[in-house]
């Protein structure tokens, strides 16, 4: 499997990005596909997740009612709508894909397969 992250850029505080993984190979063998940050200095960190069987998506805490995952099956491309960007969402952004178990969908022990990430910087 491979993945392809895009959408990143430069945008103000309460800006919106939509981030894109598009994913290609053996897609059959994603269940879950995860989008991860890494801010400078810092561990890479969930941000959400969606089940592209069911639909059901995750969020960490810090980007509830902000973030939003989607799917596009027909295109395998997932998608991670960011809406009222703070500065403290700056970093680069990765999405990730596995067969993780619910419990796992925030660890990144739980996916095997990782895009090559995009930053993501929101100016004060």
């Known amino acids: 499997v491979q993945l392809q992250a895009s959408g990143g850029g430069l945008v103000q505080t309460g800006g919106s990005l939509r981030l894109s993984c598009a994913a290609s190979?053996?897609?059959?063998?994603?269940?879950?596909v995860g989008w991860f940050r890494q801010a400078p200095g810092k561990e890479r960190e969930f941000v959400a997740a969606i089940h592209l069987l069911s639909g059901s998506t995750y969020y960490a805490d810090f980007v509830k009612d902000r973030f939003t995952a989607s799917k596009d099956n027909a295109k395998n491309t997932m998608h991670l709508q960011m809406n009222n960007l703070k500065p403290e969402d700056t970093a680069v952004y990765y999405c990730?894909?596995?067969?993780?178990?619910?419990?796992?969908?925030?660890?990144?022990?739980?996916?095997?397969?990782w895009g090559q990430g995009t930053k993501v910087t929101v100016s004060s």
């Open positions: 990730a894909a596995g067969r993780p178990i619910t419990t796992s969908y925030g660890s990144r022990n739980g996916y095997n397969y």
């Open positions: 190979g053996r897609t059959l063998s994603m269940l879950v």
